[in-house]
């Protein structure tokens, strides 16, 4: 998968230290992985969920963090639309329109 923009990940975790090893997982395992469906990156991440207009929840380190994306399967590319912690996606009314 080509992810559209490592920079966003690079960002936050300056912010935040803690995040950077779970971020970088995700990074490496998002880009190593050739998904064509929701069940297929359901396998690299069970805890992922679908919220609607192709946008895909993470939890990261342990749920301490989300990180939700816009994933395109035929073209093959991820978009980060929000990273934050677990308070601050809980404010997200509608995630969908990321």
Not at 19 to 29: P, V
Not at 74 to 94: C, M
Request: charged content about 25%; overall charge positive; hydrophobic content about 40%.
């Amino acid at each position: 998968m080509r992810i559209f923009i490592y920079r966003t990940l690079a960002e936050y975790y300056q912010k935040h230290p803690d995040a950077k090893t779970a971020l970088e997982d995700w990074f490496s395992k998002t880009k190593e992985s050739e998904w064509n469906n929701f069940s297929d990156m359901k396998a690299t991440f069970n805890s992922v969920d679908a919220v609607g207009n192709r946008r895909y929840v993470f939890n990261i380190k342990g749920n301490s963090y989300r990180l939700v994306a816009i994933v395109l399967f035929v073209p093959k590319y991820v978009y980060i639309r929000f990273i934050g912690t677990h308070n601050e996606y809980d404010k997200i009314a509608d995630c969908s329109t990321l």
